[in-house]
């Protein structure tokens, strides 16, 4: 029996913190003859936060996305991870990825930390809320800084 | 390269939960070649909290660990986990989980997750912050209710 069949690894899109973390998802996934998803949450921008340099959130949002899609494409590409397997979505990171966990069946998310940062930034202190609503396994690997 | 050498997989001693994450944890350890060692810790008991049965909290608190040796003796056997791999620690669930993984150069740590309870149950709200000040990584295995 396999341990674990599909794996969906959160990225944070901080290249050094990513490599590393994709590194061990991809030699998990190895061992355990795993498919491996890549998944970037990008949070929707408050509106009071906006700036003059963009006529509206929706433009500033498509600029994000369409950054974020190019360099989860690169970290991917450079893993040989296929496009197919490639996930940007807008929303709450916890919500988003146990939404997005629980649609392609994923029995083991992965989420890269560093320290002070990298749980702490993707998901707030909701960390132990996504430990208790996860459907799956959650495995927090640590990003040597 | 081995992903694990040393794991350490934290117990409540609520048998059947247990038994599942054991085998989970076993399953891991075999898969990448580490050692398992099982740790469960006793909270210290508020001294409010004394009722008439016992003459001090120090007498109860020696029957709890008596009694926590013997299911965790019991679980270990079970499973083929030999007594040098049985550990009961007396304190705080996050802080003697983490100087215990430092202490053994533990590379992985498991708990087991059972909904509501669980990790809720052996961490209350100090999940993230074993998360992020774990020296390793930390698996959370859900556990089937």
Known sequence: MKLYQKILLAVDLHPKCDNAAV???L???????????????????PAYSL???????????????????????????KHHI????????????KAAIISKAEELKIDLIIL???GRHGIALLLGST???????????????RIKE
């Open 23 to 25: 590194k061990k998802a």
């Open 27 to 45: 030699a998990i996934a190895e061992e355990t003859g795993a498919s491996l998803h890549l998944i970037h949450v990008i949070e929707h921008i």
């Open 51 to 77: 700036g003059q340099a963009y006529p509206s959130i929706i433009d500033l949002e498509e600029e994000i996305l369409k950054e974020a899609t190019k360099e989860l494409g690169k970290l991917a590409h």
């Open 82 to 93: 296929p496009a197919d397997k490639q996930i940007i979505v807008m929303g709450s990171p």
């Open 112 to 114: 890269g930390s560093h």
């Open 127 to 141: 960390a132990s809320s996504v430990l208790s609503h996860a459907p799956c396994d959650v495995l927090a690997v």
